[in-house]
């Protein structure tokens, strides 16, 4: 058997989120349709880094099944491809140790939250970024932004229906990229919970807009409470965009950032 | 009655075209019936500067309607986008004289043409660009372009099904703006006949992999039959982008070109 660790990207929009549930489409259960039609009628289990939400998009979720086929490691991405449907792709196929799990190997990730401004929703952006027409002070937000970095019990930025004990993560780098109307949010750190990162973007823009003082998030922090954060921010501006690994695990050096 | 001039942007992906067809989705049918609402459900005829097809985007669609409501002409665009569905974006809304139509006082058009090509398909871009994973070279494309220009007949580059008797047209500009695996085509005219870009870009392209000599297309002109050109290129790389009308109809000076 050779393990295969597999890039993917899916526009999240027309999915019941990632993992495989009964009735719903989810990008899971195309994914292992297409293994099950590579392998002629046998099913393959996948193992991802995680699962991302309804509506939630990925540049970069990354997974790992085991294969009997033996073939060129990198050919696995053409093989995908030309089985999944449009709104999934494979960026990159590599054989990987069987020590490599795609969940319990990862490092951390970077998701990130777009945001745009104009005064009237853009027809083209409507399930890929958060529209805001309000004024936002992006100075506030990364005053708000800097209370939430470092090790903390995330708690209050975790949904209720999370079956994870614990709590404890660390964010490394929360920056914002401003360009005309649109603002760009990028999360790092070694892992993050349910809606975390939606619940910190809901977060960041009621600092933004004036309603939240950036000093409330260390009250929210120590409350470990999810009523005392503020509203979820919409799923359809959220993005997968990296999952780290420790180098052992890949034949490539670490890519630099990519352009979208 | 005021006469309103309305520019609008829509994602084509979900319409069957621009204009009103039984049983289909439309453009021009979800902004009749956004009026309809606004005018207390009495009709209200709108008129565009020209269909787009199933598909086909528009970042500068122009249309024009006469209503008896009195308010500022500039909050038509607000009150519009209340009624209109995510797919549709009203830009701006002005009030223009009488003698203004939307179609017969346009004096030019640019439309847009996106061809991407990275190996694989981009799921975010499924709808919003043709997938071309091919070699293409743009200097041969650039050759074949140069004898489009000017005024011509242009048959064998209008699909058979038009109305239209006089197929001379004038073609002032075609660029090419390249950007890593994005190749964009921006082709400014008097006027273009039904399916005349998406002919035109087929056959640029076709000069492009090499299959066609720059210098066949003077052939193709001159044939007058459609049969000479190359297939059509897919709808969803295509984009209206401007319609141009002398700037007496326009109490704003010429916009900029726009950034998308």
Same mark, same amino acid.
């Given at each position: &058997?050779?393990?295969?660790?597999?890039e *993917?990207?899916?526009?999240?929009?027309?999915?019941?989120?990632?993992?495989?549930?009964?009735?719903?489409?989810?990008? +899971? +259960?195309?994914?292992?349709?297409?293994?099950?039609?590579? @392998?002629?009628?046998?099913?393959?289990?996948?193992?991802a880094s995680?699962?991302?939400?309804?509506?939630? @998009?990925?540049?970069?979720?990354?997974?790992?099944?085991?294969?009997p086929?033996? &073939?060129?490691?990198? #050919?696995?991405?053409?093989?995908?491809?030309?089985?999944?449907?449009?709104?999934?792709?494979?960026? +990159?196929?590599?054989?990987v140790?069987?020590?490599? @799990?795609?969940?319990?190997?990862?490092?951390?990730?970077?998701?990130?939250?777009?945001?745009?401004?104009?005064?009237?929703?853009d027809?083209?952006?409507?399930?890929? /970024?958060?529209?805001?027409?309000?004024? *936002?002070?992006?100075?506030?937000?990364?005053? /708000?932004?800097?209370? &939430?970095l470092?090790? @903390?019990? %995330?708690?209050?930025?975790?949904?209720?229906?999370?079956?994870?004990?614990?709590?404890?993560?660390?964010?490394?780098?929360?920056?914002?990229?401003?360009?005309?109307?649109?603002?760009?949010?990028?999360?790092?750190?070694?892992?993050?919970?349910?809606? &975390?990162?939606?619940?910190?973007?809901?977060?960041?823009?009621?600092?933004?807009?004036?309603?939240?003082?950036?000093?409330?998030?260390?009250?929210? *922090?120590?409350? #470990?409470?999810?009523?005392?954060?503020? +509203?979820?921010?919409?799923?359809?501006? *959220?993005?997968?965009?990296?999952?780290?690994?420790?180098?052992? %695990?890949?034949?490539?050096?670490?890519?630099?950032?990519?352009?979208?």
């Amino acid at each position: &058997m050779k393990r295969i660790k597999c890039e *993917l990207m899916y526009d999240g929009s027309r999915f019941s989120g990632y993992q495989s549930q009964p009735r719903d489409r989810t990008v +899971q +259960q195309e994914i292992e349709k297409a293994l099950w039609k590579i @392998h002629k009628k046998t099913s393959v289990k996948t193992h991802a880094s995680g699962r991302t939400d309804a509506g939630v @998009h990925a540049m970069g979720q990354v997974l790992h099944f085991d294969t009997p086929i033996t &073939m060129p490691a990198e #050919r696995w991405a053409r093989a995908l491809n030309g089985e999944l449907p449009v709104d999934i792709s494979v960026k +990159q196929t590599e054989e990987v140790p069987e020590t490599f @799990h795609s969940r319990y190997s990862s490092v951390g990730k970077e998701y990130r939250y777009r945001i745009y401004r104009t005064p009237y929703r853009d027809p083209f952006r409507t399930v890929y /970024a958060h529209h805001y027409p309000y004024p *936002l002070e992006v100075e506030r937000m990364k005053d /708000a932004a800097k209370y &939430m970095l470092g090790e @903390h019990d %995330f708690t209050s930025f975790c949904s209720t229906k999370t079956d994870k004990e614990n709590k404890v993560r660390t964010v490394h780098d929360i920056s914002f990229i401003e360009q005309g109307d649109d603002l760009e949010i990028r999360f790092t750190g070694n892992g993050f919970l349910y809606n &975390m990162v939606r619940i910190m973007a809901g977060t960041l823009i009621k600092a933004g807009n004036g309603r939240l003082e950036p000093a409330d998030v260390a009250r929210i *922090l120590a409350a #470990r409470d999810r009523n005392q954060a503020p +509203q979820t921010a919409p799923a359809e501006g *959220l993005y997968l965009w990296k999952v780290h690994y420790h180098s052992t %695990f890949s034949c490539h050096p670490v890519p630099g950032d990519l352009h979208f």
